[in-house]
């Protein structure tokens, strides 16, 4: 199968928001190409400058790619894509540029701009085939993300870590919905809890997850399913996990109710800006009280627990 790449030029405030509608189009994963951030982790020294072609360096905007299969209803997706674009509330339309890649170049074209990234106060991601000697005192996560959705590099996936730095004590039940490539649900065990359930619809995904599953030597305690959001939770839990969007997080916030214990947290994220209060009001008509809000650019995360 080939794909049609579809890489949209974008000033930096408007990188999270055409991330969104992506993801809102079904695009399971985007490449962000962002000179700054880029810039800003080589004066960190936790990458190098040689690593990245000058063109990506020197580039005077951010690129944000979406990859959509070849086939019916291309065409139709591809006017969506240029409609929601001119709706967004940025000063001028994203320029939108195509090209088509084969299956074998597109599975790895994103590798090159996968590098080692800390998080958090004790947390680390590296990718299966990059060396890093983490500082003292740094859990390290190990993936290879595949054709899966969740790498540690964006800013919801950090959010739930560094939320999950906080709570977990060890010995939790914890369920991790639409986990992509079960770095949510890893991070979790690695921080201690002591029973994961990783649930994703697609069958790429649960592939991923359970590879990378078994290659941070976790299989003892997280489990990966496939199946739809909550279908395959039968016994009560500690903490939900939803790194998903903010119409799935509305519908399934009564549902994640009903299944955590008096007390139990629910981490819900991959929420775009406009619509966090929103959320925040659906949380609450579900019986949740908000304990924090995180911020990164336009995405919003939330930390809440079950009250009574």
């Not at 000063?91 to 080692?116: C, F, I, L, S």
């Not at 199946?227 to 994640?256: E, R």
Request: charge should be negative; charged fraction near 25%; glycine fraction near 8%.
């Amino acid at each position: 199968m080939n794909w049609l790449e579809v890489a949209v030029h974008v000033p930096h405030e408007g990188i999270d928001m055409v991330s969104n509608v992506f993801d809102e189009m079904g695009v399971g994963g985007v490449v962000i190409e962002d000179p700054a951030l880029i810039s800003k982790y080589i004066a960190a020294e936790i990458w190098d400058h040689w690593e990245f072609p000058p063109e990506v360096l020197n580039r005077p905007m951010p690129l944000v790619k979406g990859y959509f299969p070849e086939g019916a209803g291309l065409e139709d997706k591809l006017a969506l894509l240029q409609e929601r674009l001119a709706a967004l509330p940025l000063a001028d339309v994203p320029r939108m540029e195509t090209k088509r890649v084969a299956e074998e170049d597109w599975a790895t074209a994103w590798m090159k701009y996968y590098k080692p990234v800390e998080i958090g106060r004790r947390l680390a991601v590296k990718p299966s085939w990059e060396d890093y000697t983490p500082p003292e005192g740094r859990l390290v996560l190990e993936l290879d993300p595949g054709m899966a959705f969740g790498c540690g590099n964006h800013p919801t996936t950090t959010m739930c870590m560094e939320f999950l730095e906080e709570i977990i004590k060890g010995g939790e039940t914890a369920v991790d919905v639409g986990t992509g490539t079960g770095i949510l649900a890893i991070t979790a065990a690695k921080l201690g809890a002591a029973k994961v359930i990783a649930v994703d619809l697609d069958e790429v995904a649960v592939q991923v997850a359970r590879e990378n599953v078994q290659r941070n030597q976790v299989q003892g305690q997280v489990e990966v399913l496939q199946g739809n959001l909550l279908d395959k939770v039968t016994q009560p839990v500690d903490l939900v996990i939803a790194n998903i969007i903010a119409k799935v997080i509305i519908i399934l916030a009564p549902d994640v109710r009903k299944i955590l214990k008096p007390g139990g947290h629910f981490i819900a994220s991959g929420i775009i800006r406009f619509r966090a209060e929103e959320v925040r009001e659906k949380l609450q008509e579900a019986g949740f009280k908000v304990l924090e809000r995180k911020e990164d650019g336009e995405w919003v995360s939330y930390l809440s627990v079950l009250e009574g």
